[in-house]
Each structure stands twice: as C-alpha cells, then as structure tokens.
C-alpha cells in the first residue's frame, strides 16, 4: 500500500515537473514573435526562411500559422513561379520569320499563362481561408500582418500585375503572325529582314510591330518588377 502511494506520488511530481518545464503559451509566442521580427521581416525580397527544428519547436501550436504561409509558397512556386521561369526561359520570337513559325506554340505559352493565373487565385484564395481560421492575440496579430503583407499579399498582387501585359505580348505576336500568313503572297521573310511592296501592306505590318515592340517592353518591366520583388534588388 505505502509502495502504491510512493508510486503515485513520484508519478504526479514528475508530471508537475514536466509541465513546469514546457514552455508556456506565451514563451511560444513570443519565439514565434521574435522569429518574425528577426529573421522574416528584415530580409530583403519575398523569399521564406526555414526555422531549424529546435527553433520550430520553441513556437509550439504557433508553428502552424508559419505553416499557412509555406504551404502559399509551395503552391505558388509549384504551380505558378516555376513554370512561369520555364517560360519566360524560352522567350518570345526575336525575329518576324520565327513569330510565323512559332505561332501555336506562342498561342499554347498564352493560354499557359491563362491557366497559372487561374493557379495563383486559387493558391491565394487558399491561404486566405487558412488565415481567417487562425487564432491569435493582438501583439502576434500584428507582426504576422505584416508578415503577411510581404510574404503573400505582395506577391499575389506583384504576380497579378504582369499577367496582363504578357496576355498582350504574346497576343501581339499572335496578331502578327495572323496578319504575315493572310498576306503571305504579298510578303517576302528572310529571317530578320521582309519585304513588302504594297505601301498600304506595309503600313499596317509597321504598325503591328511597332505594337509587338511596346508590348513586350511592357512585359519586360513587369518582369523586373516582379524579379525585385522576390529577390530585393
């Protein structure tokens, strides 16, 4: 009987001890707190820091609402960054000739684009959702809203910013392709060069290429834009 009564009085010590030596609720935030502060918001760009696992272990439930914002990363990268890079890789047609040749892989890059937009709505919506679930105390509100702020709002609408000029990149050069091949007779191409004899034909190929010209100028500085955005510089 006295055993007994040892046994569990050892076993009720030792959990008060266990539970005094967990971090409290508010040690967790406030890990989570100066994780944020020093390591995330100082950094220059938009890319996601990775606490080491005893770091991550020190936030407790509050590893979670990082989480939210890795998961964003992972599918924007996934479905939207990557294959974007894979892309703007390849390039758009430098001369009148390879806009000809190109033209359903131009047209299949521009509903490309379509479909990564749908994408990152999609990924954002997400994460928006997730967010809104998220319980936090006013002083952690604080410094994850502006977490948030430049780990995922600016992105999302960085991102946005340069899908509408790409559209009329591409679709630049789509117009111009449709307008070479229906006056192909009256058209001579030569890699950069082209000749036309009608004046009123040739107005209108200058026309279309001074615009493919301003349209991918256009994209090009979205595309920088969005390269200071993720990176800082």
């Known amino acids: 009987m006295a055993g007994r009564l040892v046994k569990m ?3 009720l010590m030792a959990g008060l001890l266990l539970v005094a030596c967990s971090p409290s609720e508010s040690d967790q935030r406030k890990a989570f707190i100066a994780f944020l502060q020093s390591d995330v ?3 220059q760009g938009a890319r996601v820091p990775q606490p080491n696992a005893e770091k991550q272990k020190s936030f407790g439930d509050y590893a979670a609402h990082y989480a939210v914002i890795t998961r964003f990363h992972e599918r924007m990268n996934a479905s939207v960054a990557n294959p974007m890079q894979e892309t703007m890789a390849k390039g758009l047609p430098r001369t009148i ?19 990564m937009k749908e994408a990152l709505d999609q990924s954002a919506a997400a994460a928006d959702t997730e967010r809104a679930a998220l319980k936090q105390p006013d002083d952690l509100k604080t410094v994850y809203a502006a977490t948030w702020d430049k780990l ?3 992105p999302v609408a960085t991102f946005r910013e340069i899908f509408p000029p790409t559209d009329e990149a591409f679709g630049s050069a789509l117009a111009m392709a449709d307008l070479i091949d229906a006056n192909r007779p009256a058209i001579k191409l030569s890699g950069s060069q082209i000749e036309i004899s009608n004046a009123a034909l040739r107005t209108k190929v200058q026309a279309a290429m001074t615009a493919m010209a301003s349209k991918q100028r256009a994209m090009f500085e979205a595309q920088q834009k969005l390269r200071r955005m993720v990176y800082g510089s």
Do not use: H, N, T
């Open 9 to 11: 009085i050892a076993s």
């Open 41 to 43: 918001l100082p950094r």
């Open 152 to 154: 995922v709002a600016q």
């Open 97 to 115: 000739e390879e806009v000809v040749k190109r033209k359903s892989d131009i047209a299949a890059v521009r509903a490309g684009f379509a479909k």
